[in-house]
């Protein structure tokens, strides 16, 4: 965990040696694979069907790409395979090792439990939109994480809170926002990763009351907004999104793996520093330790 002083504002060569070194890891990889990256967004741009300039007044900007129709026709044509009407969405079998009727039993209820984990994460509505995304860039990365949410209601005169959902879930996630160790041919096999995520206010101040995050840093990190890479902005703007800050409202952190080791570093402020790729320039943000000293 990094240790820093969440109250002080700290300067570019004044971050301690964990932050500098997932800044620097970060930021190395978008430029190390800028080329890479700059073709991720031709490809999404294709796959939208969006018309070129090359297209006079006197055509239909209406058409649809080869690269959409390939993409379609592999993620239906799995995911048909997968969730199919017989197997009512479940995919696998279980069975037991040495063929007991006890080890059958235990088969059986392991077979369900997933069974009902799958449908209580919708994992068939979640699967088509990740298959997608697949043989577009060859490769997507997912985050299976463990989710526990509350809810509160009215048990009478008493107003209680218990879970509302206790189950791992499917989360994947934009390539665009992944960085990794790439000496290494298998991915699993990398020494770290990192995930810019971006955080609604709801999520950031609930782990701030539960005392995970340190709340000074939450606070001062909400007032930035998202801190989006020239990529993402690019793919949202494809999408037909607009790049909005919405100040006040929400934050990005980077997420970082190193071994067994999990850093959460907040994005708190940018500047921009030429790098000479084709999208523009960079991102390159100043961090500070977004977990409690508790």
């Known amino acids: 965990m990094i240790d820093e002083n969440a109250d002080a504002e700290r300067e570019d060569g004044d971050l301690d040696a964990d932050s500098a070194e997932i800044l620097e890891k970060i930021s190395g990889f978008e430029t190390d694979h800028a080329s890479q990256l700059v073709d991720m967004n031709k490809f999404y741009k294709q796959y939208r069907s969006m018309p070129t300039k090359r297209r006079g007044d006197n055509q239909s900007n209406t058409f649809i790409s080869e690269m959409f129709v390939e993409t379609e026709a592999l993620a239906t044509?799995?995911?048909?395979?997968?969730?199919?009407?017989?197997?009512?969405?479940?995919?696998?079998?279980?069975?037991?090792?040495?063929?007991?009727?006890?080890?059958?039993?235990?088969?059986?209820?392991?077979?369900?439990?997933?069974?009902?984990?799958?449908?209580?994460?919708?994992?068939?509505?979640?699967?088509?939109?990740?298959?997608?995304?697949?043989?577009?860039?060859?490769?997507?990365?997912?985050?299976?994480?463990?989710?526990?949410?509350?809810?509160?209601?009215?048990?009478?005169?008493?107003?209680?809170?218990?879970?509302?959902?206790?189950?791992?879930?499917?989360?994947?996630?934009?390539?665009?926002?992944?960085?990794?160790?790439?000496?290494?041919?298998?991915?699993?096999?990398?020494?770290?990763?990192?995930?810019?995520?971006?955080?609604?206010?709801?999520?950031?101040?609930?782990?701030?009351?539960?005392?995970?995050?340190?709340?000074?840093?939450?606070?001062?990190?909400?007032?930035?907004?998202?801190?989006?890479?020239?990529?993402?902005?690019?793919?949202?703007?494809?999408?037909?999104?607009s790049d909005v800050q919405h100040r006040q409202r929400e934050q990005t952190r980077h997420q970082f793996r190193r071994d067994d080791c999990l850093f959460n570093l907040e994005v708190h402020r940018t500047s921009q520093r030429s790098c000479g790729h084709p999208a523009g320039s960079l991102n390159y943000c100043e961090g500070r330790s977004v977990y409690s000293d508790q």
């Open 77 to 241: 044509a799995v995911h048909e395979m997968v969730c199919t009407e017989t197997n009512g969405g479940v995919f696998f079998d279980m069975t037991g090792e040495d063929g007991s009727a006890d080890d059958r039993v235990s088969a059986m209820v392991s077979k369900a439990a997933i069974a009902k984990q799958l449908s209580l994460i919708d994992f068939e509505s979640l699967l088509l939109p990740y298959l997608r995304m697949v043989p577009l860039y060859g490769t997507y990365p997912v985050a299976v994480n463990w989710r526990l949410a509350y809810k509160s209601y009215w048990d009478g005169m008493t107003r209680t809170r218990r879970p509302a959902f206790d189950s791992w879930d499917f989360e994947p996630f934009p390539l665009i926002n992944f960085a990794f160790d790439d000496s290494q041919a298998r991915i699993d096999r990398r020494s770290w990763g990192a995930e810019t995520k971006h955080v609604n206010v709801s999520e950031a101040k609930s782990m701030a009351r539960s005392g995970v995050w340190d709340k000074n840093v939450v606070s001062s990190a909400l007032k930035q907004g998202f801190k989006r890479n020239v990529y993402e902005i690019e793919q949202r703007q494809l999408a037909g999104y």
